[in-house]
């Protein structure tokens, strides 16, 4: 029996994977011609068959032949979330049939559904290659086992472990839903003895508070892998301490999946420079140098079935200039806190980055876990979770740093909590804005 991975025969695979690992040891030189023939080619492909892209292209008198590197991205507008939602059927490859191809939604802050969809090369490349590389790069081996928390029910996942058993015979994987009690999850990851987890910062952290708690560790646990949430300093630090282990963070978003990850040293975040495109930029939507902050724009460079060429996604972050000591030869970026909807509103009318806020409240002594909640446009309240003994003097110090920040035009209310909540998909905001923004 030929043994299969993602639907992909297992040499077939292995060949690819180790393609792509070779890319990450390229020198700067080959990196950016191999980027550029995959942009290229993105380019072509979506002018030809995509109805969207075609009108954009036309309308801003631009010819596909006019993009041939990252350079010449900047002739082109940028595109939103709005845009992917206004034109779904026009953005959608007329070589693809939509029923055929793989998909997955996010609801945003807005609640409203955004679909993306993947053809099948990309799928798997996004599923399982790209993500297998990075975490191999970070010191994953065969044979090591795996555990990954969805934001799925326990009963959804039965069903899918089972069919693991059978799949991922190299990577023993199993799944554990975010939304088990943390002494439930603790117990499962203790028997199942994991040497690698992978999972959202706020269901790690509860994790490691029930370890600190109990006086336990996970035998064999090596390092953890942390996505989908804003990773605050002070949870990086607690989680490490608890659980034993290293953590890396990835960036990522359900439109164009794994962007970009820490590696060993963890001195910023390789960009998948063979599958995406980063670019910084203004408000104004001007490309701005590294080590300026400012908003991400995507060129997706796999997708054929739903092409994202310059996609704002609402984050924040900045490009690094320089070399990793790990060898690694993909580029670095930082991502930021901060999408808009979680600016602070000041009773001016000015909008304040939460990076702002994120940064300054995690210098505070024993501070674990917070979260920023702006209910009025004068008010900020601010829930907690301390190390014993610590919250008294965290009151007053975070107290008087938000006053600072907000000029003293709001009121500042802090306050411990054992748990702080998730929001309804599982997810958890550092900063959450419950009024208005235009």
């Given at each position: ?10 040499p ?23 980027r ?6 993105q380019?072509?492909a979506?002018?030809r068959?995509t ?8 309308k ?21 979330k ?7 059927d ?13 998909r ?12 993306t ?23 994953m081996?065969w ?7 969805e ?50 910062p706020?269901s ?20 953890v ?9 002070t ?5 490490e ?9 990835v ?11 820490q ?18 930029v203004?408000d104004?939507g ?36 320089s ?14 806190s ?6 602070i509103?000041?009773p001016t009318?000015?909008?304040?980055s939460?990076?702002l806020f ?13 979260q ?19 919250f008294?003097?965290?009151?007053t ?7 600072e920040?907000t000029k ?12 702080l ?7 958890f ?10």
């Amino acid at each position: 029996m030929l043994h299969s991975w993602g639907g992909v025969a297992m040499p077939s695979f292995l060949n690819r994977l180790n393609v792509m690992q070779q890319n990450l040891r390229s020198s700067r030189k080959t990196l950016d011609l191999h980027r550029n023939a995959l942009l290229q080619s993105q380019i072509a492909a979506a002018y030809r068959h995509t109805p969207f892209y075609r009108h954009l292209f036309d309308k801003h008198k631009v010819s596909p032949f006019d993009i041939k590197t990252m350079n010449d991205l900047n002739r082109l507008p940028i595109i939103t979330k709005d845009d992917i939602r206004q034109y779904k059927d026009e953005i959608i490859s007329r070589r693809y049939d939509i029923d055929r191809c793989y998909r997955s939604h996010t609801s945003g802050s807005t609640g409203e559904p955004t679909w993306t969809f993947y053809d099948r090369p990309c799928w798997y490349r996004k599923k399982y290659f790209s993500k297998i590389r990075a975490r191999m790069a970070c010191g994953m081996r065969w044979g090591q086992r795996v555990v990954i928390l969805e934001s799925e029910a326990t009963r959804e996942l039965r069903l899918k472990n089972r069919r693991l058993s059978k799949l991922f015979f190299l990577l023993p994987v199993k799944y554990l839903s975010i939304f088990e009690p943390p002494e439930i999850l603790l117990e499962k990851l203790t028997a199942f003895k994991p040497h690698n987890i992978y999972g959202p910062p706020s269901s790690l952290f509860a994790v490691a508070k029930r370890a600190h708690q109990a006086g336990t560790r996970i035998v064999g646990l090596e390092r953890v892998f942390t996505s989908s949430e804003y990773l605050a300093v002070t949870v990086r630090n607690y989680i490490e301490k608890s659980l034993g282990a290293k953590v890396h963070d990835v960036y990522g978003s359900t439109e164009t999946k794994e962007l970009a990850w820490q590696c060993t040293t963890g001195q910023g975040y390789h960009i998948n420079e063979d599958e995406a495109i980063i670019e910084i930029v203004d408000d104004h939507g001007n490309v701005l140098p590294p080590g300026r902050p400012g908003n991400i724009v995507i060129t997706d460079l796999c997708n054929r079935a739903m092409p994202l060429i310059r996609y704002r996604n609402q984050d924040k972050g900045l490009l690094i200039d320089s070399d990793c000591p790990c060898g690694i030869g993909f580029a670095l970026m930082q991502p930021l806190s901060g999408r808009a909807s979680e600016h602070i509103l000041l009773p001016t009318g000015q909008h304040l980055s939460p990076f702002l806020f994120t940064t300054s409240i995690e210098k505070t002594k024993g501070l674990l876990q917070y979260q920023i909640i702006q209910e009025r446009v004068d008010a900020l309240r601010v829930k907690t979770s301390f190390a014993q003994g610590n919250f008294d003097y965290g009151r007053t110090s975070i107290e008087k740093t938000l006053k600072e920040l907000t000029k003293n035009l709001m009121t500042i209310e802090v306050e411990e909590c054992d748990q702080l909540d998730l929001e309804k998909n599982g997810k958890f905001m550092v900063v959450r804005n419950e009024i208005a923004i235009s």
